[in-house]
């Protein structure tokens, strides 16, 4: 739907090197664990991948990889339920971004941390309708911490941006 | 026109999220000791306790088990064999609103 075009050997394979990258960023979170502060609080790195695709032009592949990177995660590291939160939490936050990025008044910090906030809100939405009201409890701290890392993850992609921004001219 | 690092309309975000977190939290939290325990599995509420009465109760699911724990007017997640064991590193709680997630099973106790 979104590449009627063949791909070019070069797009295949680095896009596929964003793939791996993002899984390994998963992997470096879920080794380190932050969800200690409240239930699921992260990094986020691999949402620096999405943004530096996004701002560079590619929607459709950042969308495409980020879907398959929690989609390959969730065998490696998740279960079933875990899988309804990240899933449902990176589609509405990569399409909350992708509307914003229309702007380009939004800098990489602001894109970030609202793609942060919207993937927290999602997954309490989630947790209030499977798990029970309690959950609203965490929301302040979720939304601090997601805002902590929004910040770190805007300004990391920015200056991976800046280093291979020429990277998709002549793919 | 180059995407900035940090624009107006960033900062302006930033404080949209710091407000909404602080209204929130003020809405939410309560300095006053609660007086009832109320255990939710899968959104339905199981059990009600009163917080001034020790207890200790196992809840069992097919998820897994929580043992909770009510002592000197707290409560707390003593064992669970959930994988990542945030019910029991969330300690005791004792305030109104306060909230112990099992996310893995699924289980809520909060403090009313």
Same mark, same amino acid.
């Given at each position: $739907?979104?590449? $009627? ?8 394979? +680095? ?29 986020? $790195? ?31 590291? %998740? ?22 990025? /229309?702007? /380009?008044?939004? &800098?990489?910090? &602001?894109?970030?941390?609202? &793609? ?9 939405? +989630? %947790? ?19 805002? +902590? =890392?929004?910040? =770190? ?11 291979? /921004?020429?990277?998709?001219? /002549? +793919? | ?24 939290? *003020?809405? *939410? ?39 909770? @724990? @009510? ?42």
């Amino acid at each position: $739907m979104i590449y $009627m075009k063949a791909l070019s050997s070069k797009k295949i394979t +680095i896009y596929a090197l964003f793939t791996a990258a993002s899984i390994l960023f998963g992997y470096v979170e879920y080794l380190l664990p932050l969800n200690f502060i409240a239930p699921g609080v992260k990094l986020g $790195m691999a949402n620096g991948i999405f943004l530096v695709l996004l701002l560079s032009g590619n929607f459709g592949a950042a969308f495409i990889i980020n879907v398959v990177r929690i989609l390959l995660s969730a065998l490696l590291f %998740a279960t079933p339920f875990s899988l309804l939160f990240s899933l449902s939490a990176g589609i509405v936050s990569s399409l909350f971004m992708w509307v914003l990025s /229309k702007s /380009k008044r939004v &800098g990489f910090i &602001g894109i970030s941390v609202a &793609g942060g906030a919207a993937h927290n809100i999602t997954q309490l939405l +989630i %947790a209030r309708l499977t798990v029970g009201g309690g959950v609203w409890f965490y929301t302040p701290f979720l939304l601090v911490t997601g805002l +902590i =890392a929004g910040m =770190a993850v805007g300004f990391l992609s920015w200056l991976v941006f800046g280093r291979i /921004k020429n990277l998709f001219k /002549k +793919i | 026109m180059k995407r900035k690092l940090l624009s107006l309309a960033d900062i302006l975000i930033i404080l949209g999220v710091i407000l909404s977190a602080f209204i929130i939290f *003020f809405s *939410f939290y309560s300095s006053n000791n609660g007086n009832r325990v109320v255990v939710t599995i899968e959104n339905k509420t199981v059990a009600e306790f009163d917080l001034n009465i020790d207890l200790n109760r196992t809840f069992s699911t097919e998820d897994g088990f929580n043992n909770l @724990i @009510i002592e000197n007017g707290s409560c707390k997640v003593e064992t669970a064999d959930c994988k990542d064991g945030i019910c029991i590193s969330r300690g005791k709680i004792s305030k109104i609103g306060e909230s112990i997630v099992c996310l893995p099973h699924k289980l809520i106790v909060e403090i009313k």
